[in-house]
């Protein structure tokens, strides 16, 4: 009876151990991704005239700038709800929209494939 009862109790301190370790192991790597640098695919798009225009209830805005990260503060972006002037003279008729020289090359979520298509950027 005692046997049983140390190799249940082995059993369960093994299994807590391997739990723990593969929990330790899982937020090491997690954390040790780190958010991709994109500076300078955001400064080469503005440099190379590309305009954002979208809204702050757009969900998908809000998509397209966390593929940027911290680094969508470089994009030339144009909030609709507060220039809406601006978006209409461009002819923007839905969010998110990418246009460049006050034409519109692209509507909807676009990948940094397209954008570097649209706008001759190297990707990082």
């Not at 998908?60 to 503060?73: N, T, W």
Request: hydrophobic share 40%.
């Amino acid at each position: 009876m005692k046997k049983i009862k140390k190799k249940y109790w082995v059993g369960i301190v093994s299994l807590v151990a391997v739990s723990a370790l593969v929990a330790v192991l899982v937020m090491t790597f997690a954390g040790a991704q780190e958010e991709a640098d994109y500076s300078g695919f955001a400064k080469c798009l503005t440099d190379n005239g590309l305009v954002f225009y979208g809204t702050d209830w757009c969900g998908h805005c809000q998509d397209q700038k966390e593929m940027f990260g911290k680094d969508i503060d470089l994009i030339d972006f144009v909030n609709c709800d507060f220039e809406w002037g601006t978006c209409t003279d461009a002819g923007v008729r839905g969010y998110p929209t990418w246009g460049e020289d006050g034409k519109i090359i692209a509507i909807g979520t676009q990948s940094f494939q397209n954008l570097a298509d649209f706008s001759g950027c190297e990707l990082p």
